[in-house]
């Protein structure tokens, strides 16, 4: 009786690839991946609470009534265009 043997499936490892890509890029490259994600967290964690505040949940209280005034407010911008 023979065994046969399977070949085992090679998964390709995004983590590796994205790993090796970064380890390998030039300083300046670096320098400018570090301002993205700077600039990203400025945005989503400072600026976003500060100039977007919660205007639905403090004028709303149910879900209808949110989506009822979403729905209002861009339909009458879209026919001021």
Not at 2 to 23: A, L, R, S, V
Request: hydrophobic share 45%.
């Amino acid at each position: 009786m023979e065994m046969e043997i399977i070949p085992k499936k090679n998964h390709f490892n995004w983590f590796k690839m994205f790993w090796q890509g970064f380890t390998h890029m030039t300083k300046y490259g670096k320098t400018l991946w570090v301002l993205v994600i700077l600039k990203l967290i400025i945005m989503f964690f400072i600026l976003k609470p500060i100039f977007f505040p919660k205007y639905l949940n403090e004028k709303f209280t149910s879900d209808n009534d949110k989506a009822s005034y979403v729905c209002t407010e861009l339909f009458e911008r879209s026919l001021k265009e």
